[in-house]
């Protein structure tokens, strides 16, 4: 499995930003998917996850209704769109995907290599 992480960057405090992880090498439907943040000095976070039919998505509590998971109409993309930012959301966003458990359990197999995303107050 290999995963590609894209659409970071610099924004302003209640900017929007639409990220996306392109999954390829096997079956994307056979894996839950999932976004994870690390700010800096801070461990590695769970943001949001999407179970492998698209059917239920789960959000931390920082980011329930503002943040929206999917899987995308884009084939084998993760879209994970960002509303009303804020200074507290920056750091290097990963998307991984794992066995259909790991929407239960967090547990992730594969990670990709990460987009920075930066909000300026």
């Known amino acids: 499995v290999q995963l590609q992480a894209s659409g970071g960057g610099l924004v302003q405090a209640g900017d929007s930003l639409r990220l996306s992880c392109t999954f390829s090498?096997?079956?994307?439907?056979?894996?839950?998917m999932g976004w994870f943040r690390q700010a800096p000095g801070k461990d590695r976070e769970f943001v949001a996850a999407?179970?492998?039919?698209?059917?239920?998505?789960a959000y931390a509590d920082s980011v329930k209704g503002r943040f929206t998971i999917s899987r995308g109409n884009v084939k084998n993309t993760v879209p994970l769109q960002m509303n009303s930012l804020k200074p507290e959301d920056t750091a290097v966003y990963y998307c991984?995907?794992?066995?259909?458990?790991?929407?239960?359990?967090?547990?992730?197999?594969?990670w990709g290599q990460g987009t920075l995303v930066t909000v300026s107050s």
């Open positions: 991984a995907a794992g066995p259909v458990s790991a929407y239960f359990t967090r547990k992730y197999d594969y």
């Open positions: 999407v179970s492998w039919s698209g059917t239920n998505t």
């Open positions: 090498g096997r079956t994307f439907s056979s894996y839950a």
